[in-house]
């Protein structure tokens, strides 16, 4: 996580901070709305016009109040969000922070909501107890969705977290209407992966996004295919899973040691 800009590394650390305070040592040990109260934040199911979740601020504390029609892992991601923007002090002076769905998926612009995303999926999934789950011999979803379920977490929070965990070169990706969104990657890997790409023929996510079914395991594709390739290696393993719903793909690519 080092490459990481200074404001995102402090969001993770003031998580990581409450992690320390509580003595969290399991999966089990983060109930968020406890962590919230006994951090001055009261958090109630209740609908929130044009938003998902928001934060009110008052003389005796705050009040977070999330949709009650969301699933229960975005519940978390909610509560942990609107702690973020508390504990991160994005509301001095405001009378209310109101978070969109949109906000909420926010990874890579340089906005407070991808600090209070950065403090969320640091809460959610610490460092301290997914750093040895990712640890793997092989790169693909399988340990992602272990870890995402034990945690309740979404795939592309513990995607993201894996891949900056991982000691293996290799990066996730996030592709919408056929071209990269975003993307990022563990300290060891080294080529270029260009936001605003469109997709090529040859890399899974472009068969998706033509109406083909997707692999269900890992595939061996062209690496020049996802980059202009200055590595050895010809091939690179990709694993991708599409949503119909979001017309978006998670992608891991790996570079498979020799
Ligand atoms: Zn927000």
Redesign the pocket.
């Known amino acids: 996580m080092n490459d990481l800009p200074i404001k995102l590394t402090l969001a993770g650390n003031a998580a990581s901070k409450i992690i320390d305070k509580y003595g969290i040592t399991s999966s089990e040990h983060i109930r968020l709305r406890d962590i919230a109260f006994r951090e001055g934040a009261f958090v109630i199911e209740e609908p929130v016009a044009r938003a998902t ?1 928001s934060l009110v601020k008052s003389k005796n504390g705050a009040t977070i109040r999330i949709s009650p029609f969301d699933r229960p892992e975005r519940k978390r991601f909610s509560i942990a ?2 702690l ?2 508390l504990k991160l002090n ?1 509301v001095e002076g405001k009378l209310q ?1 109101a ?1 969109t769905e949109k ?2 998926r926010s990874w890579y612009k340089k906005s ?2 991808t600090e ?1 995303n950065y403090f969320a999926s640091e809460l959610i999934l610490p460092t301290t107890l997914i750093g040895r789950m990712c640890d793997v011999e092989e790169v693909d979803f399988e340990p992602v969705k272990k870890i995402a379920k034990k945690f309740r977490a979404s795939l592309t929070a513990t995607a993201m977290k894996f891949v900056q965990l991982n000691s293996e070169k290799c990066a996730f990706i996030y592709s919408e209407a056929g071209k990269i969104l975003w993307s990022c990657k563990s300290a060891d890997w080294k080529p270029f992966i260009q936001s605003g790409k469109i997709l090529e023929s040859g890399t899974e996510v472009y068969n998706f996004f033509k109406g083909k079914e997707l692999y269900k395991e890992p595939i061996e594709v062209e690496a020049n295919s996802w980059f202009n390739s200055d590595i050895d290696d010809e091939y690179i393993v990709e694993h991708s899973i599409g949503s119909h719903e979001f017309e978006s793909v998670l992608t891991l690519l790996w570079i498979r040691p020799e």
């Open positions: 979740a969000h609107e973020g923007h994005h922070k978070c906000d909420m407070i909501e209070a």
